[in-house]
């Protein structure tokens, strides 16, 4: 399959999404477009997550509120009527950010970069000054944003970059890194309360060069210049009814906005999320379901809020949230599961022994809790939550098909979606 050069695909900061504070309290029915028609959906689960992975990944770059965020939005709808389900669109209003010049300029050469979402920004003639170590007298400081891991939280445990985003310097340029090289954005867990001077991305193949650059003290011009645009990003909702209207419903929540296509980080989960729907739907057991793929997710998890919001006492009302979690199934990766109590990580770990998987590793219930489901902690709620290491977490190369072991995501899809049914079913 034909890929985008690196720079088009990765670095060139063409309009990259930002959501603003407000939120719509309208909610709109979807109704079909000519180009999101349902379709019957394969037979196989194999089938089934190979469809919806493929379509995910050729919809383009799924930043929040973006042309292509929406149409997926309209594509999940499409896909959720073929099932049977009535989906609802629920918009949120967002001040999106477009970059338009954002580079660093040393030593004779010009390195193309990514803004943080949470940071500072400069005017069209950026911060000129010497790139230096963190905590240097230089203007500019050089850090390194360290590794990502399933059980990183709010995948600001990047000490460097949260010290950086505190000092006294003028500018940051962040050396991103991971299992291999490249660019590895991180998520603008900030984004409501930005904060520091102007910080720019850079790829992990840049690392030697640039700390050369920085030993030396050389004069740099760091230049992160954006846009601003009001825009609309949209969560997709839908319900499926039980038949005892006295049970406690069930929620379940798939992020789906990201950096780049994120065909493992998010189409994954969106796999779990329509085989969870479909087994449902399909069923109709006694407790209501209710589901929620929302956009905002690079962006501090913005989506939670305005669904939370439109559904007062949910939180501590629902029998459980259950969410699905990043890069499922990923290659040869393990799994780490969370659950609130005893009796949901005992359900997990029989759920998954039912497909022939393993709990690989297990956390505190009275961790932090990742993503979205934080807010549910907060709450009071009562939670799941399943992920998977990657090696293109937030990386321009988290393509299909080469990112996602279509047979062993299947597994967790088959899985999670029969254990889903049993609590469904249950009347405790």
Known sequence: MRRRAFLDAGCRTAAYAMVGRRASTAWVRFTPQAQSRAEPMPSRVEDRAARVLEAFDAQGNHRTGTDVDNRSAEWLAATMRGLGVAPALEPFTLNRIDPQDCHLAV????IDSVPMFDAGFTDANGVRGRLGPLGSDAEIALV???RRTAGDTAYSAQNEVERARRSGHKAVVIVTHDLRPGLF???ANEFLRPAGP????VSSAEDDWLRGRAAAHEEATLVARVNRTTAQALNVTAEV????PKLAPLVFMAPRSGWWQCASEQGSRLVCWFETMRTLAGT???RRSLFVAMSGHELGFLGIDPYITRRPNLVERARAWIFFGSDIGAPQQPNLIHASDDQLERWAVSTLATQGLNADATTRHD???RGETAVIQRGGGRFFTI???SRVFHNVADRWPEAIDVAQLSRYARALADGALQLAQSTD
């Open 185 to 187: 954005l991180l998520n």
């Open 241 to 244: 009814a039980g038949t005892d």
């Open 367 to 369: 961790a932090e809790a």
């Open 198 to 201: 102007p910080m720019l991305q």
């Open 284 to 286: 109709r057991p006694r």
């Open 144 to 146: 390194g944003s360290g």
């Open 387 to 389: 992920a998977c290491e």
């Open 107 to 110: 030593a004779g050469r010009r």
